[in-house]
């Protein structure tokens, strides 16, 4: 059973990352212009690097209070966005404009939330590298994810996820092997589109336990591939909110530092 799926999947995930980004590439209004290219927008190496810093969840909604308007997920890619200007000024890679980040977000109907399987769409946020205030830096991600999350229900929610009603549950668990058959597509058009994913899971605000034995933290890992070689995953637990990083060590080779 696993030879054939195992033959079966890279077509199949040639075509699912060429339906999510070409649905993101035709849509002018999100993607106006290439991304300015950076380091994470090569090819990437078998090695992983991975990282992750924690937060007060209550420090993040106080800066939200400073720019009406704004969210909490808001001030998450203006932390981005500051971490990235600095970390490519210090390699002197700085960019004088705005870095795209692919940000997947949650377009289940309330009346489905408990039903299996995931509901996704996306949309790119620019990240405003070039702006050394921070809170100019959030003022501008305001008024661009105003305007992008009118959009995202337009990009295809439907083709880009749920993939469960498509595919059989063993297939779903090689499907970090998508990102290898995406090959020299997402090289070439996933660059074009954004350097990096940027996703925000919410978690619940109260411990959890496990016969009797406290969760103390969660946190994330991301697929990265060639032309989108970093990934944040950010997951809020019980008053805390952790960003967590996936790159390269050809691209990143200091997390830490980042």
């Not at 209070?65 to 808001?74: C, I, K, L, Q, R």
């Not at 994810?145 to 959009?151: D, G, M, R, V």
Request: a positive charge.
């Amino acid at each position: 059973i696993m030879q054939p799926l195992a033959k079966a999947l890279p077509p199949f995930g040639s075509w699912l990352g060429q339906v999510a980004l070409t649905k993101l590439l035709k849509n002018n209004q999100v993607v106006a212009v290439p991304a300015p290219t950076t380091r994470f927008q090569q090819d990437v190496s078998h090695h992983r690097v991975w990282d992750m810093v924690r937060f007060s969840l209550n420090d993040f909604k106080k800066i939200r209070v400073a720019v009406p308007g704004s969210t909490v997920n808001d001030v998450v890619l203006a932390t981005v966005a500051g971490a990235l200007k600095s970390y490519l000024e210090d390699k002197g890679e700085g960019v004088d404009r705005s870095l795209p980040a692919i940000c997947p977000i949650n377009v289940r109907p309330e009346n489905e939330f408990e039903t299996a399987g995931n509901r996704i769409s996306v949309f790119i946020a620019q990240l405003p590298l070039h702006l050394d205030d921070p809170l100019d830096r959030l003022k501008a991600i305001v008024r661009d994810t105003a305007s992008a999350k009118e959009l995202s229900n337009a990009i295809g929610a439907k083709e880009l996820a749920d993939i469960n009603k498509i595919t059989p549950p063993v297939t779903l668990a090689l499907v970090s092997q998508l990102a290898s058959s995406f090959g020299s597509f997402a090289k070439n058009q996933a660059k074009k589109a954004a350097a990096t994913v940027v996703t925000n899971v919410p978690g619940p605000q109260q411990p959890l336990y496990l016969l009797g034995a406290r969760l103390v933290n969660f946190s994330g890992v991301g697929p990265i591939l060639n032309g989108m070689g970093l990934f944040h995953a950010i997951a809020s637990y019980d008053g805390k909110i952790g960003i967590s990083i996936t790159s390269c060590r050809d691209m990143m080779a200091d997390p830490h530092f980042y």
